[in-house]
């Protein structure tokens, strides 16, 4: 059991929700030791005493076999430095910096899977002042408009109309000037549908 422990990184708020606790479950039936950490409680220092180099709420601990992070969309610098400092320890990461840094922002995941010759909705990155009718003939209605980042369902918006796009901008203007916005096409055949598809080593799972 010593030999198989790990961390769940993942904001004590969300120490409850459904996921984490699934994973949780599945780690004990494997008779994994898993304890749930919050990133923000972790201090790291940047020196050659690789044991020492990681306080969590201000005392040191032994170090995790594996690490898995659950931050998501709310990944800050400080959690990206935190993980960085794991994979420099030579602890597992189930994922890599690397890979949060590629689903963080929505399109570059969609650049990702473009080059991987995948079948995506057309995408474009908005550039502020937007124009209206660039989007009408490029991408048509009813579109979709996402920010950047975010997650669970957050930031994304339905326009059916040209004018609903209009005033959804207007709104978005109202809180900042300038923004970073994606649109893409709408595929009616999967509206209201999220399939989610776990992939491991290259294997659907």
Not at 30 to 58: A, H, R
Not at 109 to 123: E, M, V
Not at 126 to 135: A, E, M, Q, R, Y
Not at 146 to 171: C, D, P, W
């Amino acid at each position: 059991m010593r030999n198989r422990f790990g961390w769940i990184l993942v904001k004590d708020k969300f120490w409850g929700a459904y996921e984490t606790n699934r994973l949780v479950e599945e780690f004990k039936k494997q008779d994994i030791n898993i304890q749930l950490v919050d990133p923000n409680t972790i201090d790291i220092f940047v020196n050659k005493e690789n044991k020492s180099s990681i306080l969590v709420n201000g005392e040191s601990t032994s170090l995790p076999k594996f690490v898995f992070p659950r931050t998501g969309s709310g990944t800050t610098y400080h959690i990206k430095a935190v993980i960085r400092h794991f994979e420099r320890m030579g602890v597992v990461v189930i994922n890599s910096s690397d890979a949060i840094d590629n689903v963080k922002d929505k399109l570059y995941s969609h650049q990702i899977l473009a080059q991987s010759n995948l079948d995506i909705p057309k995408t474009m990155l908005l550039k502020h002042p937007i124009d209206i009718d660039f989007v009408q003939k490029h991408i048509g209605f009813p579109a979709i408009v996402k920010t950047i980042s975010g997650s669970y369902g957050r930031g994304v918006f339905l326009a059916e109309t040209k004018k609903q796009l209009e005033q959804l901008l207007t709104m978005a203007e109202l809180t900042k000037k300038s923004y970073n916005i994606i649109i893409q096409e709408f595929i009616k055949d999967t509206w209201g549908k999220d399939l989610r598809v776990l992939v491991v080593n290259n294997k659907v799972v």
